[in-house]
């Protein structure tokens, strides 16, 4: 089997570059006789795989694999009003995709009720923390806290902030009262920059780098994630692969990857979520098993089950 993969993503600082560059390595690494090829164009291969939305095809002349992250911009389309047309005709595209590839059973859910896709085509595969996240040493820790001027408690958000997401609720996670201050870790832009802390410390630490943030995860008395949407939710198990607790939102993506893991609050309680993680405690539980080993073999799977359909 030749399979052409859509890599162009993986330079992306945010959670889509993770999952392309730890799902090829593994693609890669459990090959065997077959073959990827890293091109956008699906000549001379026999299945082609879009890793994100944004590179699927309306017309394939191979059997085409997208990975579908989530819904937002069609469930939420006031809030993305922007990209909403851009990402209608995507998700069209999707619907005609062979087989579909989707991180929790909460976006598969998503996908036949909103996509109408059958199930039969839709396949749950769960991401994983990348190699580099593991619990640091305490001299590692105090290294990159001086480098970026974080003080010894704190409280850490980590992800993208180089444009508002309002799902993210960042601003509101700034605003709620806290008696430790709070890091915050990604790619950053101005309007990021300018966010207010109030009285309590606020660090913007703008974008770090693997282990750098494995650092930062180990240092913190928890991470805090008060989305109320997510498709799956790297950064919580990043986190508790560092041995660090986890506070997050109760909403169905972050459900079906952290139940039994992690903290889940009321979505509409982010001054509850601050208050819930200040009182976390050590030992952490571990991060779930799975791994993009095992998301590779999957990967597999669905490549032959796209092919064996046409």
């Known amino acids: 089997m030749r399979v052409a993969f859509d890599s162009r993503a ?8 993770r999952y392309v560059r730890c799902l090829l390595a593994a693609l890669r690494a459990t090959a065997g006789e077959r073959e990827i090829v890293e091109t956008s164009r699906p000549r001379g291969v026999d299945l082609f ?60 859910r998503d996908a036949v009720e909103r996509l109408d896709i059958p199930e039969d085509r839709i396949t749950v595969i769960a991401e994983a923390p990348a ?51 709070l890091v915050i870790a990604g790619p950053s832009s101005q309007w990021s920059r300018d966010l207010d802390g109030g009285d309590a410390e606020l660090v913007v630490t703008g974008e770090v780098g693997d282990d750098e943030l494995a650092a930062l995860y180990t240092g913190a008395r928890a991470l805090v994630f008060p989305s109320d949407e997510e498709g ?26 952290l139940a039994g893991r992690a903290t889940l609050v009321d979505p509409d309680d ?24 095992d998301a590779a073999r999957a990967t597999w799977d669905v490549y032959e089950r796209a092919l064996s359909s046409r």
């Open 270 to 293: 982010v001054e509850g979520l601050v208050r819930v993680a200040e009182q976390a405690k050590r030992p952490a539980p571990a991060p779930p098993p799975w791994t993009w080993e």
């Open 10 to 17: 993986a330079g992306d600082p945010r959670g889509i570059g």
């Open 49 to 108: 795989h879009s890793p994100w939305i944004d590179r699927v095809r309306i017309r394939c002349a191979v059997p085409q694999v997208v990975t579908l992250h989530d819904l937002v911009p069609l469930k939420r389309g006031a809030e993305y009003l922007r990209t909403g047309i851009r990402f209608r005709l995507r998700y069209f595209a999707v619907g005609r995709a062979d087989h579909v590839i989707v991180p929790t059973a909460a976006v598969a």
């Open 131 to 181: 190699p580099a996240f593991t619990p640091r040493d305490p001299e590692e820790v105090a290294a990159v806290r001086a480098r970026y001027g974080v003080p010894e408690e704190y409280l850490i958000w980590v992800g993208g902030l180089r444009h508002p997401d309002p799902r993210k609720r960042v601003a509101e996670l700034v605003a709620a009262p806290r008696t430790l201050p």
């Open 232 to 257: 799956f939710g790297l950064p919580p198990v990043e986190a508790l692969a560092c041995g660090t607790p986890v506070v997050a939102c109760d909403v169905p993506g972050v459900r079906d990857v």
